[in-house]
């Protein structure tokens, strides 16, 4: 559960029964984040009017991940390598060539995104240079009559003749 007020930010996990404390929020307006692997993310604006107000969140069952939350995604790069890293994307330029976005997807909740090379530095010095592997949570599928898979990619080549971005599910 991440809860993102005009100063701070709290996240906690959740309890085995599914429960969370957060302490320290006061009455005011908060952006919500809730979610569970294998479950759709909650999002949304909330309005606590009340210190001890109670929030009650049901997530449905599915895979959803806008990476606000740490599901712990795995990540393999074959040499040292800029790898992946879970964050806010950090735009990067030089002249007219765009490297990097300096921004999350805007059509999903909150403004984390798993990114390469994700610095303010050189872009030459911080992109992949060989083989880097994202690997996400496993999933059981087999109670669904047709999954599907849905993700936003954006990639930028330095210094590369030819496209070499694979996507393997």
């Known amino acids: 559960v991440t809860m993102n007020g005009v100063e701070n930010e709290l996240e906690e996990e959740v309890d085995e029964k599914g429960l969370v404390v957060l302490e320290n929020i006061w ?10 692997w294998g479950y759709i993310t909650y999002c949304g604006n909330i309005l606590i009017e009340d210190a001890q107000d109670t929030i009650e969140v049901q997530l449905g069952k599915g895979y959803y991940d806008n990476f606000e939350q740490d599901y712990k995604w795995t990540t393999y790069q074959r040499f040292y390598t800029e790898s992946w890293d879970r964050g806010v994307p950090i735009g990067r330029a030089e002249g007219e060539t765009l490297y ?24 030459a010095d911080f992109t992949v240079q060989d083989s880097t592997v994202l690997t996400s949570p ?19 080549a330095y210094d590369v003749e030819e496209e070499t971005d694979k996507v393997y599910v």
């Open 138 to 156: 496993s999933m059981d599928l087999s109670d669904y009559e047709a999954p599907y898979f849905n993700m936003m990619m954006w990639a930028s």
């Open 27 to 36: 009455e005011n307006e908060w952006y919500l984040s809730a979610g569970k």
């Open 100 to 123: 990097s976005l300096g921004e999350d997807y805007r059509d999903d909740c909150g403004d984390k995104a798993y990114v390469t090379g994700n610095v303010e530095e050189d872009a």
